[in-house]
């Protein structure tokens, strides 16, 4: 049976950097050791900043940062961070409070839960075992070698819904704290919620379907009264 547009949602899809886990200075750390390994300057502030808190692909990110780069320099940009991300990311990276308390919660209530990330699926399931979150996931999708990321709703058509071939998008409802992650919602018809102590400056769509938490512990009881329109 699928949901109604007015039921709550059963399939909880968490973004994973600034919803989950604070990961800011774990990026910076590890673009900083590439720009070191490749005796390149660190890019301006503001620009990584911005990109950050639009949840940009780090492929994309390398771009703002080096916009004059080929595909060569990009792929040896890539690699030095993220040889230096598996190095140090996680001694740079925490839970935001709360977060494993609640995933706790939501399992004990019945929903089920996976993870929609623009980040690299590895590092994922790296930093989930490290912080001992994996149990709580069904599912793991990050970055996708055949498909773009978030906003695009691609990896929702293509992979999401299809895993789940008895639910509705009303069965769906997305958690993040950016652009991306709004976009990626409306794009998928699903609803959304969006955790302001994230990263990104994110107005809400007007609609009924999209909502907002200061704290994860606010998560349960706007999950259960926030429904599609119409």
Known sequence: MTASPSAPATILLFDFDGTLVDSTPAVKAALEAACRALRAPMPDPEVLDAAIA???????????IRPDADDIEVK???EAYREAYRRIGLDHS?????????????RQLGYRMAIVSNKSEPSIH??????????????????QPDMPGKPSPDLFHH?????????????????GDTI????????????FGLVEYGYGEVALRNDSASFKIHTLSELPRHIET???PG
Do not use: C, N
């Open 126 to 143: 790296v930093a989930l075992q490290h912080f001992g979150l994996t149990p709580y996931f069904e599912h793991v999708w990050g970055e």
């Open 54 to 64: 639009r949840g940009v692909l780090m492929g994309d990110l390398v771009r703002l």
């Open 180 to 191: 991306a992650d709004r976009d990626f919602a409306a794009a998928s018809q699903i609803r």
């Open 159 to 175: 992979k999401i819904r299809p895993t789940y071939p008895q639910a509705s998008p009303a069965d769906f409802l997305m958690i």
């Open 94 to 106: 925490s839970l935001f409070p709360g977060a494993e308390a609640l995933l706790a919660e939501l």
């Open 226 to 228: 926030a429904s599609l």
């Open 76 to 78: 040896r940009w890539l």
